[in-house]
């Protein structure tokens, strides 16, 4: 009965996954030989998904102010500051991105087992297992059993990335201590190839230097992400039979 019900579940799951394999096909088909579409620019606060950072924060500072003075405490300088600093200010993200990985990894396993066991005498029944057993045995020669197991395997990694791009992002929150949640997102749509780079996280405003840039590499949380849409995307990824069969098939 156990058996039956893991067997309806893996036939409704394959089934299932099937049915959105078809509608995600059939969408592709009907966008045969259109470009891939590009993102309206939307407010990121009015997506259903988004949902406001908290982090722990220090108590408030206060901000001493002194009567007829032309300096506040909170002046970065004398002049007024062209940097990013108020909810959807702009300002740019560097991002320069190397990274080179080297693994090998090698293993190798070995089993012989052996058994052997000389039944000469089976409580007297030996010289009648002839009748049973469409030819004669030999009562000194009835078990005898062996296996062997060999397993290898061996994986190398060698990657290396270079990323060097500059992003334009909004600033969509401040926190209570005077950081920033930044948001940014680009499309560049080349023929039938769409490249989309996003990215998101929290800068300190001491970080964003005299031309309103920030790296990336001071950002907190940051979440960068780089791909594509288009054919050549396509082209490059599984079919979709073929990562299921990845995802199943349990040898």
């Given at each position: 009965?156990?058996?039956?019900?893991?067997?309806?579940?893996?036939?409704?799951?394959?089934?299932?996954?099937?049915?959105?394999?078809?509608?995600s096909t059939a969408e592709r088909i009907s966008k045969i030989g259109e470009a891939p579409e590009m993102a309206k620019i939307s407010n990121p606060m009015t997506d259903?998904?988004?949902?406001?950072?908290?982090?722990p924060m220090p108590k408030p500072e206060h901000v001493a102010r002194e009567k007829n003075s032309l300096w506040e405490s909170n002046r970065q300088t004398f002049f007024?500051?062209?940097?990013?600093?108020?909810?959807?200010?702009?300002?740019?993200?560097?991002?320069?991105?190397?990274?080179?990985?080297?693994?090998?990894?090698?293993?190798?396993?070995?089993?012989?087992n052996s058994e052997s066991a000389d039944l000469s005498a089976f409580l007297g029944y030996e010289n009648s297992l002839n009748r049973v057993l469409p030819e004669s045995?030999?009562?000194?020669?009835?078990?005898?059993?062996?296996?062997?197991?060999?397993?290898?395997?061996?994986?190398?990694?060698?990657?290396?990335?270079?990323?060097?791009?500059?992003?334009?992002?909004?600033?969509?929150?401040?926190?209570?201590?005077?950081?920033?949640?930044?948001?940014?997102?680009?499309?560049?749509?080349?023929?039938?190839?769409?490249?989309?780079?996003?990215?998101?996280?929290?800068?300190?405003?001491?970080?964003?230097?005299?031309?309103?840039?920030?790296?990336?590499?001071?950002?907190?949380?940051?979440?960068?992400?780089?791909?594509?849409?288009?054919?050549?995307?396509?082209?490059?990824?599984?079919?979709?039979?073929?990562?299921?069969?990845?995802?199943?098939?349990?040898?």
């Amino acid at each position: 009965m156990r058996n039956i019900t893991t067997h309806r579940r893996t036939f409704l799951l394959m089934g299932t996954c099937a049915l959105l394999s078809a509608c995600s096909t059939a969408e592709r088909i009907s966008k045969i030989g259109e470009a891939p579409e590009m993102a309206k620019i939307s407010n990121p606060m009015t997506d259903p998904n988004y949902q406001p950072v908290s982090l722990p924060m220090p108590k408030p500072e206060h901000v001493a102010r002194e009567k007829n003075s032309l300096w506040e405490s909170n002046r970065q300088t004398f002049f007024k500051d062209q940097r990013a600093s108020n909810t959807g200010d702009i300002l740019t993200v560097l991002i320069e991105i190397k990274d080179k990985a080297q693994l090998d990894n090698e293993t190798e396993r070995t089993r012989d087992n052996s058994e052997s066991a000389d039944l000469s005498a089976f409580l007297g029944y030996e010289n009648s297992l002839n009748r049973v057993l469409p030819e004669s045995i030999d009562p000194t020669n009835l078990t005898d059993t062996g296996s062997k197991s060999k397993s290898n395997g061996s994986g190398t990694i060698d990657r290396q990335e270079k990323i060097e791009v500059k992003l334009a992002a909004l600033i969509t929150q401040l926190l209570p201590n005077g950081n920033m949640v930044i948001h940014g997102k680009q499309e560049v749509r080349v023929n039938f190839e769409k490249r989309i780079l996003e990215v998101d996280g929290v800068i300190r405003p001491e970080d964003i230097s005299v031309d309103n840039t920030v790296s990336y590499d001071q950002i907190a949380e940051a979440r960068i992400t780089y791909g594509g849409e288009g054919q050549i995307t396509d082209v490059q990824q599984p079919r979709y039979g073929q990562q299921l069969y990845d995802i199943i098939f349990p040898f």
